[in-house]
């Protein structure tokens, strides 16, 4: 199928692209034809491939529950694949359908050797990205005060239980309450370390192992550390110094998820300085 540089400037990637750019990035292109039915990518699949959806069109599942059906010309996953996310859904044609596409090392070799062509480009991706920042940040803002709310909603229902008359529901519910309270604390809220700033984990045996995920009281650490309700014992290594932890295994497998037990207050202190610089870089001033 013949597709006009016009045409892909109505891609936001490409839309500062001359047409000389765009005939040079799309001659790196290859082209693949769909049958009805043929699975592009898997969910959790690798993001290597930057591709283009040029005629047909795309169903894009959860499951087995269509979130999206892209129609042409759309990318399919380009944030996922230039930033080395793995695929989080499952792609099927819907019809005969034709995909351009080219490795994501084979596009960034062709940016390092034509800087006019990857300037626009890498533009419009910063505008991209920074709108999606901002959307994200007004729904996290909604959710947060809508968690705040609960939280306060649910502390005046335990007061009016605690001094109400005593009756057989008042001991279940005002505990229930207490527990979802206790739940919804912003420490016990999990964090993921960004690239920038990651943190590690020193095990018994020398050997060092990422941490996926960590809070004031809990951490997520990549490897398997024991039976659930066992204890463990290691190092955190964080980007400016090292902190002694221990716990109980609270989840199993191969991401060991550990209760950790009180911190000193020094490590204290350093463990939340840490989580703060971590959740900023997700915060725009």
């Not at 969910?43 to 892209?70: C, K, M, N, Y």
């Not at 419009?124 to 709310?149: A, C, F, H, Q």
């Not at 659930?228 to 191969?254: C, F, M, N, Q, Y």
Request: aromatic share 6%; with cysteine.
């Amino acid at each position: 199928m013949t597709i006009r540089p016009s045409d892909l400037r109505t891609i936001p990637l490409f839309s500062r692209m001359t047409d000389a750019h765009l005939d040079e990035l799309g001659a790196i292109f290859e082209r693949k034809t769909l049958k009805d039915g043929e699975v592009l990518f898997e969910a959790g699949a690798p993001a290597d491939q930057f591709q283009i959806l040029v005629s047909g069109s795309l169903s894009l599942l959860e499951q087995d529950t269509e979130r999206f059906r892209l129609a042409p010309l759309a990318p399919i996953g380009e944030l996922g694949a230039l930033t080395g996310v793995a695929h989080n859904v499952r792609a099927i044609a819907a019809g005969a359908s034709e995909v351009w596409r080219v490795s994501v090392a084979k596009l960034l070799t062709f940016f390092e050797k034509n800087g006019d062509v990857a300037f626009p480009f890498y533009h419009s991706l910063l505008e991209i990205v920074s709108d999606k920042v901002r959307r994200d940040e007004l729904r996290l803002e909604e959710m947060r005060g809508n968690l705040i709310r609960t939280q306060k909603m649910m502390k005046k229902l335990r007061e009016v239980v605690l001094e109400s008359p005593e009756t057989l529901l008042s001991e279940p519910v005002a505990k229930a309450l207490d527990d979802l309270i206790e739940h919804n604390r912003r420490g016990h809220y999990m964090v993921e370390p960004a690239r920038a700033m990651a943190s590690k984990v020193r095990l018994d045996d020398g050997k060092v192992v990422d941490v996926k995920e960590i809070s004031e009281d809990h951490v997520c650490i990549a490897a398997q550390l024991g039976k659930k309700g066992g204890s463990w014992s290691g190092v955190l290594v964080l980007p400016s110094r090292e902190i002694p932890i221990s716990g109980t295994i609270d989840k199993e497998g191969a991401r060991t998820v550990v209760a950790l037990d009180l911190l000193v207050d020094e490590y204290k202190g350093a463990l939340s300085d840490y989580l703060t610089r971590v959740q900023m870089l997700d915060f725009v001033v």
